[in-house]
């Protein structure tokens, strides 16, 4: 079966930096990747140091993106990250000067650092493409993608994300440290000098931006599929372990990342195994477990597992 321009991105991607310089990340790396063609967003949780901006740097440079990085701190203002207009006094005039958002890749690290007036400047530029500064839009790239980072609630100064913009996210994501083999080979990389990476060496992926996006256009997605999405989404509003369910956008992170999963495994049309392995990935940060939940040990991820197990497929 020939090879569909989705596939043939997915393994220049894994065969190019995976196994290089993201070592044991392939599965993140996909999300990442899923997410960007997607025209969505991924909010990443996890330690330190398990080379989550790591990625997306290099994702960015292999798709031959530009990228900017914000690291957040209490005392950041939303003209940092949108810019802001400054007084020239030589032509006596205001110039709008671009903040970072103004990229393709935005690699928001410890967004949660920052209190959530500054966090909610990244809203219309993640929904919209655009942000308004003084009642003047600016448009931003067709390719804009935020890469956002938060450490764990329990972690001191951290301020927790508004659902508002918790729901912006297409994916949240949650990564480990590594099996300790893996950490063995990435100590040998680091010592003989093949880490950390020379970015003018990386090499960058041959993709057509407008065939992926017809492609995606094309794969089918059956009315039983959306039927299905739709009681998962409703499963999850009448837990009784649930405070609330997902919103509406859940269901379309479900259908969008179903159609370039389904181009990466060969297919264009989606199976219902698509939906339920997207499901932790889209719908994990759209529920809030309620009291008795949180204080049994209840986890997000084990109430969805639930929900699938009782959702029935479609026939």
């Known amino acids: 079966m020939k090879h569909n321009s989705i596939q043939t991105l997915f393994e220049q991607i894994r065969s190019g930096i995976c196994g290089k310089y993201l070592l044991g990340t392939t599965d993140f790396v ?24 790591l990625s997306a740097k290099i994702l960015a440079k292999t798709l031959s993106r530009a990228s900017k990085r914000i690291q957040f701190t209490t005392d950041m203002l939303p003209s940092d990250i949108l810019g802001a207009s400054l007084y020239n006094p030589t032509d006596q005039n205001f110039k709008f000067i671009q903040g970072p958002v103004f990229t393709d890749f935005l690699i928001a690290d410890e967004i949660n650092r920052t209190p959530p007036r500054t966090q909610s400047a990244l809203l219309e530029a993640m929904e919209e493409r655009q942000v308004t ?40 994501l949650v990564v480990r440290h590594a099996e300790p083999d893996i ?42 599929i959306l039927l299905y999405i739709a009681n998962i989404l409703k499963a999850t509003r009448t837990h009784p372990l649930l405070e609330y369910g997902s919103s509406a956008r ?66």
């Open 30 to 53: 996909d999300w990442l990747l899923i997410a960007y063609l997607a025209r969505g967003h991924v909010l990443v949780e996890g330690p330190p140091g398990t080379g989550k901006t």
């Open 133 to 172: 500064i003084e009642g003047c839009e600016h448009r931003l790239s067709e390719d804009f993608f935020v890469m956002a980072t938060q450490n764990p609630q329990d972690f001191e100064g951290t301020f927790p994300l508004p659902e508002v913009e918790m729901d912006r996210f297409l994916f949240k």
């Open 183 to 224: 950490e063995v080979t990435l100590y040998r990389h680091v010592l003989s000098g093949q880490l950390p990476p020379v970015f003018s060496e990386i090499a960058p992926a041959t993709f057509d931006r407008s065939e992926v996006t017809q492609e995606i256009a094309a794969t089918r997605v059956d009315d039983s």
């Open 250 to 315: 859940g269901g379309i992170a479900l259908a969008k990342g179903a159609r370039i999963l389904a181009r990466m495994q060969g297919r264009d049309f989606v199976t219902p195994d698509d939906i339920k392995h997207l499901a932790v990935v889209a719908l994990r940060h759209r529920i809030r477990l309620n009291a008795e939940a949180q204080l049994s040990g209840v986890t997000d991820e084990e109430v969805l597992s639930e929900v699938l197990q009782k959702v029935p497929f479609p026939t």
